[in-house]
């Protein structure tokens, strides 16, 4: 049971104690509260929920675009900036662990560089030497130890702060910037359009229901105070 419903059931028993008694301050009270807590609950329902008759009712299900465009503009214009994306860069130089492409590296088939290192043996004036010694099948055993060396020369490099000065460089281009921007954009774009008005509905109410509930609470102790000042004034 959660604190909407506590609040509103708290505020009837009470309105139903002052009128079973006859006590005219407890039913203020009671009658107050109530009305507070049921006000407010409905604020909150509304917000997410279309009610017939009720103008403005399921606002966060109607604005759905807006709040995609929202959410769109906001990513685009205070996150991907050309300053913000200049900023991150310069602090990841800073950092004792700057951009990291060894994940990215070891997954990288480097067989074709083997391949290609072949043919050019093969091409060059020491085909026929290599050729006499069995061909190409005389140097497959150097592949496994040849791949391993490059991704652990090409790791070395990535890690050393001239490599980084260069991509920096790179990356800091406005077209390579203004090209970056348009790509987040799509991203954005169509992971938004992955969104349904009840999706949309259902984040929203999982992040602020449980804040929205102290509207309810406090819907109730001040109409019950409100409540308690109007009966005192009338007696």
Known sequence: MNKSVITNLIAAILLAVGYYF???IILSIGLFALSGALTNWLAVHMLFEKVPGLYGSGVIPSRFEEFK????????????TDENIDRFLSDQGKSK?????QPVIEKVDMSPAFDALVTTVEQSSLGGMLAMFGGTEAITPLKEPFIEKMK???VEISQSEEFYDLLKAELEQPDVLADMKTKVNEIVSQRLDELTPELV???????IREHLGWLVVWGGVFGGIIGLIAALIQA
């Open 22 to 24: 006859s006590s005219a």
């Open 69 to 80: 465009a929202g959410i769109s503009h906001l990513m685009m214009s205070q996150f991907f």
């Open 97 to 101: 662990s700057p951009i990291n492409l």
């Open 152 to 154: 652990s020369s090409l």
């Open 201 to 207: 509905k259902d984040i929203i109410q999982e992040m």
